[in-house]
């Protein structure tokens, strides 16, 4: 099939834009017309073109021989057939724990809640759940991760929901003590950070990662780091009843010696691609860039293509210069190229909680209290209470408030009043 749902870019992509921008992690693609997970594949091939399969418990013909329309692609998240829930696995440094991020629409929330569906998160695909959660509006924020602290050891977990019961099996920790987890630091502004799970068999050289390894007092392969592996902060703790060890780590250049290395990790090392918010400023929340614009002005290192990398029709990006691109944002973009990826979202407007205030203006040097409200002069006594029916002459800089007033302050001095009229 030439076209699968992206799961990281919530839209369809073709098979030919998705190959040059990686994408092996399990469970990032699925079938357009079934939602079972598929496989890009012939990403790298000079024979065949690149396409999507199914796996083979799950393969479908009839699903294998569709091509999709030509030129169509569905941008709206509610076209995904799939019902299976959107997992990313972390660290987080000041908790020193691991996490399990669940992300859902604001339809699947809606649409679970109207089930009764609870999700459940277990070790064995035959065993009873440990963690279980109603999923509603109140346990999830629309396609905000919702954070799960991981409490039960186990190399491997199993996801599912009560309505379609579809395990998952998501490998987390290793069998072997002396191969380390990798963990892709987002930021790190300070000694705090957290990091998501590398679930591809990548990793690339200037990223930073935090590394954890079961058990061990010690890095096992010290005596034989190449001087490209940059090593910060080696610290120990302890969760879910394991010790752990644990640092940062950063490759500076690929080499044969550390491409040994990294091979006897079970990875392999490549480039790495660079993606920057230039312009507006925005706020960041968990992984969300908050933007107060229509628009934001991006520098990658790759050519940004329309459902190929980012999430929006060629119409939105407007090419630069040297790697500069202008994108429409409304209301979210989603960017993702081997170890660049970005969310930025268009800040919510709601309208004002005040009322506009209409005011006048006249020439006054007294000022005469017409109703019971509390009013009050201040001078260098303090602050008098005025009665109705008061007068009460103005000197320069003078001023008389109405605190109980449903809006606003009364200001007057000598030459001029000014009254609030709204009511």
């Not at 017309?33 to 790298?44: F, H």
């Not at 083979?56 to 299976?84: A, F, H, P």
Request: hydrophobic fraction near 35%; glycine fraction near 4%.
């Amino acid at each position: 099939m030439l076209k699968a749902y992206d799961t990281f870019l919530q839209s369809e992509v073709s098979a030919d834009l998705a190959a040059p921008n990686g994408g092996l992690e399990r469970y990032r693609y699925e079938c357009a017309r079934c939602g079972e997970e598929v496989l890009l594949a012939a990403a790298n091939s000079k024979s065949v073109a690149p396409h999507f399969r199914h796996r083979v418990y799950n393969n479908d013909v009839e699903c294998e021989n569709y091509l999709g329309q030509y030129g169509i692609i569905s941008t709206d998240s509610r076209s995904r057939k799939s019902k299976s829930e959107r997992a990313e696995f972390y660290f987080d440094k000041s908790t020193k724990m691991f996490y399990l991020g669940l992300r859902l629409s604001d339809d699947e929330i809606n649409a679970y809640e109207q089930r009764s569906t609870i999700f459940e998160m277990r070790t064995s695909i035959r065993e009873q759940a440990f963690f279980t959660l109603q999923i509603n509006n109140r346990n999830f924020e629309p396609d905000a991760p919702r954070m799960i602290p991981i409490e039960k050891f186990s190399d491997n977990y199993f996801l599912s929901n009560t309505h379609n019961n579809v395990k998952r099996e998501y490998g987390v920790f290793k069998n072997d003590s002396n191969i380390p987890i990798f963990f892709k630091i987002h930021s790190k502004n300070d000694s705090n950070y957290k990091a998501k799970l590398v679930r591809s068999e990548v990793l690339y050289t200037n990223v930073p990662y935090f590394i954890a390894f079961q058990g061990q007092d010690s890095i096992p392969w010290d005596n034989r780091l190449p001087i490209e592996i940059m090593i910060d902060g080696i610290f120990r703790f302890e969760t879910m009843g394991r010790e752990f060890l644990g640092m940062v780590l950063t490759i500076a250049n690929k080499t044969s010696k550390v491409d040994d290395l990294v091979s006897s990790w079970g990875y392999r090392l490549e480039a790495a691609e660079t993606l920057a918010l230039l312009w507006p400023p925005a706020s960041l929340v968990d992984d969300v860039s908050i933007i107060e614009s229509n628009f934001a002005f991006l520098y990658s290192s790759f050519e940004l293509q329309a459902y190929g990398n980012i999430n929006v029709h060629s119409k939105d990006i407007f090419r630069l210069t040297n790697g500069i691109s202008k994108v429409i944002v409304e209301p979210k973009i989603k960017v993702f190229k081997k170890n660049a990826e970005a969310i930025i979202k268009k800040k919510e407007q709601h309208p004002s909680a005040f009322d506009k205030v209409s005011m006048m203006e006249e020439s006054a040097s007294t000022y005469t209290v017409q109703d019971d409200s509390a009013h009050f002069i201040f001078n260098r006594s303090g602050a008098v209470p005025l009665g109705k029916g008061q007068t009460v002459s103005l000197a320069p800089r003078s001023e008389v408030t109405n605190p109980r007033q449903s809006r606003g302050l009364v200001f007057v001095n000598r030459s001029k009043r000014s009254k609030n009229l709204s009511r």
